[in-house]
């Protein structure tokens, strides 16, 4: 469809869609990850894998979100259509804020906990360094912080994903399509 001999464009960036629906397999992973290290013993092998995957994979999210951010900023936004009244576009704006805080935050703050105890920050074979120096008076502030940001963040994404569905099968516009690898 062409308007104004400018190209309507109807979908994100192929490139944004994808980083997208990985960083989604991503978050569940280290979520998943972090869930089901409890049902093994401390200092178990298997533990100590789920600990380890939840690091590097949360530190893989951090890359990855900056990675988005950039395509996102250089790249358009797809027009919802219809479009939503201006109160529904500072809600939506208020959430992706917060998501993105949410994605950036967690890792560094776990990447901080980890360095405040004194532990390997591992990351695929690699060990990053640490961001500050062991602080016994710290680590525990930082572990709690971590630890609500994740109960927070089963609200964010629980929401974003339910708005996304309500979009399309309520409101019935293309606010879940824009983001999605078929055909409108």
Request: some cysteine; hydrophobic content about 50%.
């Amino acid at each position: 469809m062409i308007e104004n001999n400018s190209q309507i464009i109807t979908k994100f960036n192929p490139i944004l869609i994808s980083l997208h629906w990985l960083m989604v397999i991503l978050i569940v992973a280290v979520y998943v990850c972090m869930e089901t290290r409890g049902f093994f013993p401390k200092d178990s092998d298997p533990r100590n894998l789920l600990k380890s995957l939840h690091f590097m994979l949360g530190i893989s999210v951090l890359l990855m979100v900056v990675l988005r951010i950039a395509v996102r900023i250089a790249t358009k936004v797809p027009d919802i259509i219809p479009a939503p009244k201006p109160l529904a576009k500072i809600a939506a704006n208020i959430m992706h804020v917060a998501l993105y805080i949410f994605m950036v935050s967690m890792p560094i703050l776990g990447w901080l906990t980890l360095s405040a105890y004194g532990k390997p920050i591992p990351f695929f074979g690699f060990e990053l360094p640490p961001l500050i120096e062991k602080n016994t008076e710290l680590r525990d502030l930082l572990k709690e912080i971590h630890e609500i940001g994740a109960s927070i963040g089963y609200f964010l994404l629980g929401g974003h994903a339910a708005a996304g569905l309500f979009h399309h099968y309520v409101k019935k516009d293309n606010t879940l399509l824009r983001m999605s690898f078929f055909k409108n």
